[in-house]
Structures are given as structure tokens and as C-alpha cells.
């Protein structure tokens, strides 16, 4: 014997489309949530890897690393960006050097710019070296004994970092000419 419901199962149609509407809006807007997300994790939050090398001079990465970690993030700032201007000034001198073999009749002009990026880079890395050499002195200080080492740090940090941002800014003509200069990247 079978029973019979008195309410019988029925589909319930979907005439005007709302419930596919509002799915399509849910989907765009957690679309949205996430590449803002995605943005704003990229723009704001995502850090650069430390860099702990130089590429004009041969330091220790430990160096590097000190100096962002213990010594300063400005000084260490300065000094990766002094030494992306030097390697950028030899890049610029390497080019000089082949349009000067290319047009050796104009070599009168090609030498006057060559010689002054060569002085001006010479003494940017001189400079880095120095630096670099002090911070070595810091950080030896500092593993002998600590609070020695922290007396050094703190009483030149400001210092070197001055140190770096006055030549940097002592070239900033320079280095605006090459930065400028479509040619110069190549």
C-alpha cells in the first residue's frame, strides 16, 4: 500500500533569473575583494629581498646585512644606492669609450665627458670603499664586544650616512645627465 503525500514535491523555477543575478554579483565582487587584496599586498606589504651584495666593490654579504639590521637602514640605503651609481657611471664610461672608437675623429669631445664620469666614479667608489671599510671596523668591533661595538655604531652612523648622501648629492648633475640620456641604459 502506498501513502500519498498531500503536498506533492515541486520544482520551484527560476522565471526571472534573480537567483543567477545575484550569483553573478557575489562572484564579481569577491572577484574585486580579491584583486584588491592582491594590490594592496603588492604595493604596501611585499618587501624587496635584502640586498647583500655590492656590486663596485667585494664586501662580505654579513657586512650588507649588518648594516641594515644593526647599523641603519639609511646608511644601508645609501650605500646600495651609491654603489648602483657607480656601476650605472661604468656602464656610461663603457659606452663613451665604444662610440669613441666608433667616430675617432671626435674623440676630443668623447674624452672631456670620459674623463670627467672617470674622475667623478672613481671618487663615488672611493668614497663606498671607505665606508665599507669603517663598517667592517663597526662590525669586527661589535662581535669582539657588543657594547663597544654599540658605542661605535651609534657614534657614526649619522655620520657615514652624510658621508654617502653629500657625494651623492656632490654628483647629482652627473648623475641626472646620464639618467636622462635615452642611450645611456644601452
Do not use: C
Not at 654603489?83 to 671626435?106: A, C, H, T
Not at 671599510?133 to 661589535?142: F, G
Not at 651609534?154 to 645627465?177: C, H, N, W, Y
Amino acid at each position: 500500500m502506498t501513502t500519498q503525500t498531500r503536498y506533492p514535491i515541486t520544482t520551484i523555477s527560476n522565471i526571472s533569473g534573480g537567483a543567477v543575478g545575484i550569483v553573478i554579483a557575489l562572484v564579481l565582487v569577491l572577484t574585486l575583494a580579491g584583486g584588491g587584496g592582491y594590490f594592496a599586498y603588492n604595493k604596501y606589504y611585499k618587501k624587496d629581498p635584502l640586498r647583500t651584495k655590492l656590486s663596485s666593490i667585494k664586501t662580505k654579504a654579513e657586512l650588507i646585512r649588518f648594516t641594515h639590521d644593526r647599523v641603519s637602514t639609511a646608511l644601508y640605503n645609501n650605500m646600495v644606492l651609491m654603489d648602483d651609481i657607480v656601476v650605472m657611471m661604468g656602464k656610461e664610461l663603457d659606452r663613451l669609450k665604444r662610440i669613441s672608437k666608433k667616430f675617432p675623429n671626435q674623440r676630443g669631445i668623447v674624452d672631456t665627458q670620459t674623463k670627467e664620469l672617470g674622475v667623478a666614479r672613481d671618487r663615488l667608489a672611493k668614497i663606498l670603499a671607505g665606508v665599507t671599510a669603517k663598517i667592517e671596523k663597526m662590525y669586527v668591533t661589535w662581535l669582539v664586544n657588543r657594547s663597544e661595538g654599540g658605542k661605535l655604531i651609534r657614534s657614526q652612523k649619522g655620520t657615514l650616512t652624510r658621508q654617502l648622501a653629500d657625494a651623492i648629492r656632490g654628483e647629482a648633475v652627473l648623475i641626472s645627465r646620464i639618467r636622462t640620456n635615452p642611450d645611456a641604459t644601452s
